[in-house]
């Protein structure tokens, strides 16, 4: 009779694991399938060393002149380039509010996008950061970073109120243009007139001889932007040129690759 118990049991115990392991199944194909959730713009806290690695940035590109970082968020890359000598400034508007604001904001956006990471960690390429607890660590120091540079440069045009369409800058003033995650990755919230008339205003700010590098070329769906060609088209009707670069920071599905305009 115990033996039969027993048994019992443990094909009970097989089918509720079997169970979970099928939700679980589940919830990993629907998330996959819908890719990154996201309601708004996040606020995007990155390193000068994750700024290298998806542009592809090399010491010569950023000796060329102004560097200028477009929504910018909470991310240490503007502050490290010019520790390093460079010129740099960042714009975001996000801006216009308090520092506290901003750095409340970030921390809340932390929070909230490490628990989704988490909970599709599965689909990501984790040969960079290592974990998501490394993950987190990272955005947490570089908006630490960020953080102490605006305070100690608060008097300065550094961090600049603005936003995409139209950026409060002169013409031809920056010889290097990055905008990251924000472009394309929000292809759902912001139509292919926003990036046309985004696009158009980042070469206007831009240098003749310059460049700009947008990555990368999904949308939060992990889909590629559907008008991409039809941009490029507008890009060079406009005198621009321009090139698919390969990005050296794994991590996103399909975002192996950034836009790069030459002028």
Same mark, same amino acid.
């Given at each position: 009779?115990?033996?039969?118990?027993?048994?019992?049991?443990?094909?009970?115990?097989?089918?509720?694991?079997?169970?979970?392991?099928?939700?679980?199944? +589940?919830?990993?194909?629907?998330?996959? /399938?819908?890719?990154?959730? #996201?309601?708004?713009?996040?606020?995007?806290?990155?390193?000068?060393?994750?700024?290298?690695? $998806?542009?592809?940035?090399? #010491?010569?590109?950023?000796?060329?002149?102004?560097?200028?970082?477009?929504?910018?968020?909470?991310?240490?890359?503007?502050?490290?380039?010019?520790?390093?000598?460079? @010129?740099?400034?960042?714009?975001?508007?996000?801006?216009?509010?308090? =520092?506290?604001?901003? %750095?409340?904001?970030?921390?809340?956006? %932390?929070?909230? !996008?490490?628990?989704?990471?988490? /909970? %599709?960690?599965?689909?990501?390429?984790?040969?960079?950061?290592?974990?998501?607890?490394?993950?987190?660590?990272?955005?947490?120091?570089?908006?630490?970073?960020? /953080?102490?540079?605006? &305070?100690?440069? +608060?008097?300065? #045009?550094?961090? =600049?109120?603005?936003?995409?369409?139209?950026?409060?800058?002169?013409?031809?003033?920056? !010889?290097? %243009?990055?905008?990251?995650?924000?472009?394309? &990755?929000?292809?759902? #919230?912001?139509?292919?007139?926003?990036?046309?008339?985004?696009?158009?205003? &980042?070469?206007?700010?831009?240098?003749?001889?310059?460049?700009?590098?947008?990555?990368?070329? =999904? !949308?939060?769906?992990? +889909?590629?932007?559907?008008? &991409?060609?039809?941009?490029?088209? $507008?890009?060079?009707?406009?005198?621009?040129?321009?090139?698919?670069?390969?990005?050296?920071?794994?991590? =996103?599905?399909? @975002?192996?690759?950034?836009?790069?305009?030459?002028?």
């Amino acid at each position: 009779m115990a033996a039969v118990i027993n048994t019992t049991l443990q094909e009970e115990a097989i089918a509720v694991t079997r169970k979970v392991e099928m939700r679980r199944a +589940e919830e990993s194909a629907r998330m996959s /399938k819908q890719g990154y959730e #996201q309601m708004g713009v996040a606020m995007t806290c990155r390193s000068y060393e994750e700024y290298l690695r $998806m542009f592809d940035l090399q #010491q010569e590109d950023l000796a060329k002149g102004e560097i200028l970082d477009v929504a910018a968020g909470g991310s240490s890359f503007t502050a490290e380039v010019n520790e390093r000598g460079f @010129s740099a400034t960042a714009v975001d508007p996000r801006y216009g509010a308090g =520092i506290e604001q901003w %750095i409340s904001e970030a921390a809340e956006e %932390i929070e909230t !996008s490490t628990a989704k990471i988490a /909970k %599709i960690q599965v689909h990501f390429d984790w040969s960079y950061y290592g974990s998501v607890e490394n993950h987190r660590a990272g955005r947490e120091a570089s908006i630490e970073r960020f /953080k102490a540079d605006v &305070l100690r440069n +608060e008097n300065k #045009q550094i961090y =600049i109120d603005g936003k995409l369409p139209e950026l409060p800058f002169k013409e031809n003033r920056f !010889s290097l %243009i990055l905008c990251s995650h924000f472009m394309f &990755l929000y292809a759902n #919230q912001f139509g292919h007139e926003f990036h046309s008339q985004a696009v158009l205003e &980042l070469m206007r700010i831009c240098k003749p001889g310059g460049q700009i590098r947008i990555y990368p070329l =999904i !949308s939060l769906n992990w +889909e590629p932007y559907s008008e &991409l060609d039809n941009l490029i088209a $507008m890009i060079a009707a406009n005198g621009g040129r321009t090139e698919l670069g390969e990005s050296n920071l794994p991590f =996103i599905p399909g @975002s192996s690759q950034y836009l790069k305009i030459l002028l």
